[in-house]
């Protein structure tokens, strides 16, 4: 049998996709079906003075019209995460309504609903809806959102703070740290918001059947298991048992299909309300004012260093939008998955971080690819960069020196931070050598100052990054705030015939879970791919699970399928040695059958589950079956690392940035599919080059989403991107039994600073040291012309 | 007041009363059931919803159904013949050109029009036909490599992986 770790198998999912046969949820038309369309608020800020909905009630094919009144009680949609001001105060957590009844605190925001027998006259009835609204001042930046006089968004938090936080060394060690610098580099920059924009909207079905009082709701989520116990426990308050939760092909997702939204308790509630199926799908308009949007920070940087260039500390005040609602894990992105990465790969010695949460009157912001992590590398890395140019040191030599020697975390410690993570392994030089290799670095500098001398502008950026994933050590996390376990589960179920079903709580969205847990499966069993079969994404045959998201899926659910496939083994053991009348101590296990050590005598896999359900000749005491789950929760985060290099060219008459080549050296430990795992880089790194260059959702003073569809909000294209030049070094995770890392984040982790940095090295003649991003021609041309 | 529509989809003839709102997209995937074709946005500018009609790719969340009365339209489900996979649908595999998969068909498609247009297309070439397409996950770079895929089998040359 040849292994299948390490090899780059086909996908197993794909043929479903290439022949239009996937299943999303806006696929499934059940019968008896109605359909739901949102009345949105069309100020950002608004008081509701009435609504009347008699008009639409009246217009054919309409069933009902629900109102914030008709909703008013039932509980809001749950925070998952629970973080403290710096004086232990609880943050401030005002109600999440399902529809709003006084107030409107975003554009978009849900005022009433319309249900009616088709899609096009519940959404002609929607504007037949009467709402009287008072318009009231908005904020929309998150800095000033805290300053005095700002309008609020919730009454009851003051200058729109939700929280404040700080972390790392005492303030006054780091102050004085700076202060004897020899150098101080500092920048002052917005992160600035993005949109997600999975290609698949979110879409809901909710269904009740009466018979036997039991609800189903189909939803584009990237965890199931965890919305069904957010709609059943905090929400609507229905018992789990009675609730199935279906996600079964999901179309990207991202982060902004984590998180519990109100539309999908709403389709549930009001299904049993009709006692008829209800479905929502997003259009792309509501996709963009309602789907979690991602980032918005605004950010005063300071690094201090010495005479030689080694990082004598590092000061950080950021302002960190929640939005107008607290989404699922908001309060986490900026504190616990944004300060606890401020050491980066770096030595740095001390480090302050001080956040402040704001309400703001937009869409909520949470986890998007990286969450936290790639504002926190942003930061890191425009500050190495800019801190070289000014010292006039080379990037990459400052970043060598400032690198944290090479750990295993095995027979070495592993490398404890001032931010209060302990890093499990890592080995920072080989992988900005390998890219520098890649890159042709000295030829490159070359290249670009002769370019120079005949106009041209050419520029290269680095990015030396490092992520915590493999989300998340329970205790740990529940001692930060959090109000889940972030374990996971597996059930490995050998069928009779040897044939092996799996069920994992961790949740495939495009990562192709399918293929390497297949892959890991087949491989430990000795046993084809095919007889392998992965399922996932549905609550009533998944017994549990916490879902696909902070490239968790293999580091902790792969994990958990390990424990349930020893666990086979070792029964098998048990049963193959009765057979072979043998010691269980005299058998090994390998490819696919048990041999007594040192004979010819063995009995396979296939033999060994029939016997465990046939099981007359049996060992006595032992159970018929060979079925297992576990629960796997992770001993540590997991720490993958990397280097990217961008280089681009400006044209000097527009102001146009065009991305040339881009190198990305990852180390993700461990790799079960190179394939999928190049895939994910490709695709993360086009993330982060989006909001480099492109991306932004801008709102006007008045809380208008300007850049609210396709032909306002700029995404990558096929042509503004190069092919993405890939490598890996391999440093595997000394805490799980696969020791891999995860690969879902790091490309949009670590290009987004890569690409701004290789604008700024190509626009550093005309002495432009910073730039906000997107970096558009209009930006760059006007930087290259003041 | 419907509307009378006689088509060809996937090679069978169909006959519908619509209604004359009805899109097209709307048609294929709720009237027909024919989901392989998704709805990505509401603006024609994600691409998801591309088809072939009478063999050229549009964008069918812009279309009418009535404006269909009398075409020829192929869909993702049809482009396979007789079990057979399309060159392109095998190049998406090979060359992993997908994740979540809900660009994919209308990539299929709108790389089906252009190896129709043009049997071998530079890189640059596939880049600029897939402008109107997009795709969140694969950062494109192997739906340009699945693409030469299925233009090599189609020529006949050797196919490198």
New interface residues.
Partial sequence: MTKMIGKSV??V????????????T??I?LPNMVYAHFVRSPYAHAKILSVDTAEALAHPGVIAVYTGADVAEVNGVPCGWQVNFKSGETMKEPKHPLLVVNKARHAGDAVAVVIAES??AARDAVDLVEVDYEELDAVVDPKKAAEDGAPLVHEDAPNNICFDWELGNPKEEVDAAIAGSAHVTTLEFANQRVI??????RSYIGDYDVAHDKYTLYTSTQNPHLIRLLLCAFVLGIPEHKVRVVSK????G?GSKIFHYAEEALVTWIAKELGRPVKW?A???EAFLTDAHGRDHVTKAEMGFDEEGNITGLRIKTYAAMGGYLSTFAPAVPTYLHGTLLQGLYTTPKIHVDVVATFTHTCAVDAYRGAGRPEATYLLERMLDTAALEMGMDPAELRFKNFIPAFNGVDEEGYVTNVALQYDSGNYHPVLQRALEMVGYEDFRKEQAAARENGKLLGIGFSTYIEACGIAPSAVVGALGARAGLFEVSQVRVQPTGMVSVYTGAHS????HETTFAQVVADKFGIPLEHVDIVHGDSDSVAFGMGTYGSRSLAVGGSALVKSIEKVIEKGTKIAAHVLEAAEDDLEFADGKWTVKGTDKSIGFGDVSLTAYVPHNYPAGLEPGLDFSSFYDPTNFTYPFGAHIAIVEVDKDTGKVSLKRFIAVDDVGNVINP??V??QI??????GVGQAMFEQAHYDEDGQLITG???DYA?????D?P??ETDRTTTPCPHNPLGVKGAGEA?AIGSTPAVVNAVMDALSPFGVKNLSMPLTSESVWRAMNS | MKKQINLTVNGKAYSHEVEPRTLLVHYLRDTLRLTGTHVGCDTSSCGSCTILMDGQAVKCCSLLAVQADGANITTIEGLAENGTLHPLQEGFREEHGLQCGFCTPGMIMTAADLLSNNADPSEEEIRHALEGNFCRCTGYHNIVKSIQYAANKINKKEVVS
């Fill in positions: 086909k996908r999912e794909d043929k479903r996709f290439i022949t239009g046969k996937g299943q999303y806006d696929d038309i899609k096009e997600p924009n999975a290609i698949e909207p092909d999901v179309g990207g991202f799908t259009d792309r308009s969205h495009g990562q192709g394939m999928i190049d895939g490709h695709g993360g790194v086009v993330q569809s396709y032909m995404m990558p294209r096929a042509d991107i092919m993405i490309g």
